[in-house]
């Protein structure tokens, strides 16, 4: 059972708090939800299939939110001045027969009711879309709603003491809430999350930084890691054994289905490890300490992916890994390290950004090269579909096999964690705030888009805020990448970027013998298309 303070800490639902109140004339309710709506200049909206609101307490007109605001169990719900911040917004989406459910955008996570102590509460936890995550919303006249929780019929109540409670209906104000309708916004996919956090020892890759994806043409995709964590140091809490990570980088093979159940999800494996590592797919070369593999794409019955290669934090060259396709339940893949001429055999720029086929009979990625703290210049490079090995580069006026980074090249400039993706027939670059350092004051996400490869690409709008903390501090974060295969009905966008514990910390991420592997995985955000007009 959950103690109080678990408890207190979970009533982040959707409701905002506010005092209860002896009147409960319906009359005097609407009344107060009319002088609201004048005296803030808010026109308080009707609640739709799928929105984006603030919720509006009717007594002092002050909006929900999250207070001491935690991703993993929401914090405490309290009123405040609205600031527009992702744990003050709630998604309310239409499930059928009546039913609604209703979630954070800071976390990800849906309101739920469960008895404790003979007391309904409301609680934040993933979707499982049980009958406990479903809210019956009506109106009860002048734009307000009564919010009941179908698995129990009672109502959300605000109870006079800064905490909620789900009670007998009976029409009194505190049982009462408005909704006023924000602009679509983009907000945390815990479905995403959760699939990176693999518990099990026999699941092989548990915990790990980069999370590229290649869609494959039978519906599969493969999830690209670097360093990575393998299940053979997983405790029963599901954190890490202290210590370093089992290999350098690996894959794994999502089903067709692209369920984010991380049960379904297994690892790559090859014949020809170098290191008697068969889950480490791009094996290390001599000379140095590490290879990191990003992007790539299908073409025929081979994936073409992009690795960097390097000792201590030096880069010392750039492959192309390619890899067989094999039918599903064969997890035993052929690879082959390639050297082709321009992208591969050196350093000076980054490419595989990202790839794109718009369907013109060519393949397209970006590359960035650092030209001073923190800022790039992007280049841009293609291949024919039907000679994926030979790479021709944008010059400023045509393509060449003569790679050059002269400033005629330069299709676009941007900060140094960079990721491309082709959604809707434009190219969308990513770049998010540097994230390695102790808690920077700009901690951000941001898109551009191009009709073109070569540009030019509009002005970078933000678009989510980074808020994964560990110890108190902001999360290292990095490894941008955008996943238009995953395509949930609703016009958004993934993106996914990865945090690797706290750059606050003296180096010992280590604590009670243990490392927090929700602080070493991949995270997923959503964003509509029209934040970036798509």
């Excluded at 797919?281 to 794409?297: A, E, K």
């Excluded at 192309?320 to 082709?340: F, H, M």
């Amino acid at each position: 059972m959950k103690n109080n303070s678990f408890i207190f800490s979970a009533l982040v639902c959707f409701i905002f708090l506010q005092s209860c109140h002896k009147d409960s004339n319906p009359v005097t309710v609407s009344k107060s939800i009319a002088t609201l709506e004048k005296t803030s200049g808010l026109k308080l909206n009707s609640v739709g299939d799928y929105g984006t609101y603030k919720f509006i307490s009717s007594d002092a007109g002050l909006s929900a939110q999250i207070a001491s605001f935690s991703l993993e169990n929401g914090g405490t719900g309290n009123l405040a001045a609205y600031t527009g911040a992702g744990h003050q917004k709630w998604r309310i989406t239409n499930v059928g027969n009546g039913n609604y459910t209703i979630m954070n955008m800071g976390s990800g996570k849906l309101a739920q009711s469960y008895n404790y102590n003979g007391v309904m509460l409301p609680v934040q936890n993933s979707a499982d879309h049980a009958d406990d995550q479903l809210w019956i919303i009506s109106s009860v006249g002048g734009n307000g709603y009564k919010v009941i929780s179908k698995s129990s019929g009672l109502a959300v109540t605000a109870n006079g003491s800064n905490y909620i409670q789900l009670q007998p209906y009976i029409g009194k104000a505190s049982q009462i809430w408005g909704y006023n309708l924000l602009s679509p916004d983009s907000y945390r996919d815990d479905a995403v999350v959760g699939f990176f956090h693999r518990r099990l020892k026999t699941q092989g890759s548990i915990a790990f930084d980069q999370g590229n994806s290649i869609p494959l043409s039978d519906g599969r995709v493969l999830w690209i890691t670097q360093d990575a964590f393998d299940g053979i140091r997983v405790l029963p809490d599901g954190n890490l054994m202290c210590g370093f990570f089992q290999y350098h980088n690996s894959i794994l093979i999502q089903p067709a289905t692209k369920s984010w159940n991380p049960d379904s999800t297994g690892n790559m494996t090859i014949a020809n490890s170098t290191a008697n590592q068969p889950r480490q797919i791009c094996n290390t070369q001599p000379g140095t300490d590490w290879s990191w593999p990003g992007m790539g794409f299908q073409q025929a019955n081979t994936v073409f992916m992009v690795c960097g290669e390097g000792k201590g934090l030096g880069a010392t060259n750039t492959s192309i890994y390619e890899l067989t396709v094999n039918s599903p339940g064969n997890d035993q893949w052929a690879v082959k390290r390639t050297l082709p001429a321009g992208i591969a055999g050196q350093t000076e720029v980054g490419y595989g950004l990202g790839f794109s086929k718009p369907g013109d009979g060519y393949i397209y990625t970006l590359g960035s090269k650092g030209v001073s703290f923190n800022a790039s210049n992007i280049y841009a490079a293609r291949a024919a579909e039907s000679d994926p090995r030979t790479w021709y580069f944008w010059n400023g006026t045509a393509w060449t096999t003569t790679r050059t980074t002269n400033s005629a090249s330069v299709v676009a400039t941007g900060q140094q964690n960079l990721a491309m993706c082709y959604v809707r027939g434009k190219y969308v670059l990513m770049q998010m705030d540097l994230g390695f350092f102790c808690d920077p004051s700009s901690h951000n996400i941001y898109l551009s888009t191009s009709n073109s490869i070569t540009g030019p690409f509009t002005k970078p709008v933000k678009v989510f805020t980074i808020e994964d903390r560990y110890r108190g501090h902001l999360n290292r974060y990095y490894t941008p990448a955008c996943h238009p295969e995953f395509d949930n009905g609703k016009n958004e966008l993934l993106l996914t970027y990865s945090v690797n514990f706290a750059a606050c910390s003296t180096g010992n991420d280590c604590a009670n013998n243990e490392l927090e592997s929700k602080n070493y995985q991949v995270k997923g955000v959503r964003v509509p298309y029209s934040v970036i007009g798509l």
